[in-house]
């Protein structure tokens, strides 16, 4: 006699919801042959479409892809309580409520797998909490929105505005009607809250975390930066700092090189860094509805086959952020002389060193690119602060940070 099938609830059926059922029937027999169980729809919910209570009694495990964390978040825990466990691609449930989460599926037993709410179809969680689940990672990083990753590979190929492009990005689908949370950093914030918490094995929640998006980036910007050999992507990272970790998403500046700088349009890509395993990259598709849809499957069949991971926190560690970064620094000045010794003292007297310098005469005016050496960041801002106070500046400072390391 066969096994019993497992009877999946779905909760929402728009873009991920709807590929994912699609995917579902599909590659029953291939789950099946992986997990010993076939799979099968036990009833979908949407917000005029199905009672989540009668949902939930007639399933054996539940699939979350309403989003958001409202009421996403009662749904999730009333099926974890339930001994259900559950499949989420909900970064925003996730980094603003993932102790909660956790905290209940570890009491009630059951498991709770995100693997489509970080990266895309890259497979970090697994790789995280399970081949690195021993490992004393250093640090993650890396491009985890696809939709600012195309609007600055655009930006720098066609020299075209950021509005222009972001237009662009909409009538391709990379970016939705309402890009905001893509590109003020709020969406990769969130995913490098999970990373995080994942990585260090500590709370980590989206308050936490510092984010800056790219809508303030300039074509020039770009241009002058592949003057000094440098690409822009939007990275976050999350890293051990003197005896605590910081969180962060800003665009910044990679040397040509960087694994991450070939990068391009709609990806993601992720790093992973540990004494133990040195350095691991990995790269794929952003986002998509089928892409989501075949990570989220990928969790049933984890799921089906047992094994939790049980994201116990180990530690308690302080989340620090005043830390030191490279910066590409962009002034407007007056064309006359002692400026640039006025800059520079300015600099110096903040322990700012510089490492290259591209000075353009423009009219009246001329224009300082300069990188500068690592430094702590309140002192960088310190230094801004005068800079932008000097009667030769044309318009404010504008500075975008750097990662220095140069890969050959
Ligand atoms: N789209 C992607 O490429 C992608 C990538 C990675 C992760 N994700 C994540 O996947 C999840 C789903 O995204 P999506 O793009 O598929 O969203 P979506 O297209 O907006 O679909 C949301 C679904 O949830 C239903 N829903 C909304 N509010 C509800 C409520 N109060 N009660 C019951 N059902 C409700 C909607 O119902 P109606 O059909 O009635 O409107 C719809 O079916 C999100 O957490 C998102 O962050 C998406």
């Known amino acids: 006699m066969s096994p019993d099938p497992v009877r999946i609830g779905l909760l929402g059926r728009g873009t991920v919801g709807r590929a994912f059922a699609e995917l579902l029937a599909e590659r029953a027999g291939a789950v099946e042959a ?20 009668e949902i939930l009694g007639r399933s054996d495990l539940i699939v979350e892809l309403i989003g958001g964390t409202d009421p996403a978040r009662a749904y999730v825990l009333d099926a974890l309580r339930a001994g259900r466990p559950v499949v989420t691609a909900n970064k925003q449930l996730l980094a603003r409520h993932g102790e909660e989460l956790f905290g209940v599926a570890r009491e009630a037993g059951v498991q709770l797998r995100f693997e489509a709410a970080v990266a895309g179809v890259i497979p970090i969680v697994r790789v995280i909490q399970e081949s690195f689940g021993t490992t004393e990672v250093a640090k993650v990083f890396g491009i985890v929105n696809g939709t600012t990753n195309f609007i600055l590979s655009e930006m720098a190929a066609t020299g075209a505005a950021y509005g222009d492009v972001l237009a662009r990005a909409q009538e391709l689908g990379y970016a939705e009607a309402d890009p905001t949370d893509d590109v003020n950093g709020a969406d990769a914030a969130a ?22 998006g790219i809508e303030q980036v300039k074509p020039d910007d770009l241009a002058y930066a592949k003057e000094l050999g440098l690409s822009l992507k939007l990275l976050g990272i999350a890293e051990r700092h003197e ?58 069949v984890s799921i089906l086959a047992g094994e939790a991971p049980v994201h116990e926190t180990r530690q308690e560690l302080p989340v620090v952020t005043d830390v030191v970064s490279s910066f590409y620094l962009h002034l407007e000045v007056a064309d006359r002389p002692g400026v640039l010794a006025k800059i520079a003292r300015v600099l110096g007297d903040n322990e700012i060193s510089v490492k290259s310098v591209v000075q353009r005469g423009v009219d009246d005016d001329a224009r300082l690119v300069m990188v500068v050496h690592e430094c702590l960041e309140s002192r960088f801002a310190a230094a801004m602060q005068e800079i932008g106070e000097l009667e030769d500046l044309r318009s404010a400072p504008r500075s975008i940070r750097v990662i220095e390391e140069e890969f050959v």
Do not use: W
């Open 243 to 300: 005896g605590g970790i910081s969180v962060r998403v800003f665009p910044c500046f990679l040397y040509a090189g960087h694994p991450l700088a070939p990068v391009s349009g709609p990806f993601n890509a992720v790093m992973v860094e540990a004494p133990a395993i040195t350095e691991v990259t990995m790269s794929g598709p952003g986002a998509g509805g089928v892409q989501t849809a075949s990570a989220v499957l990928g969790d049933v």
């Open 191 to 212: 995913k490098m809250a999970i990373l995080a918490r994942l990585a260090f094995h500590t709370p980590v929640t989206l308050g936490e975390v510092a984010y800056e």
């Open 34 to 53: 992986a997990s010993g169980r076939r799979p099968e729809l036990a009833g979908t919910l949407t917000r005029s479409e199905g009672d989540f209570g």
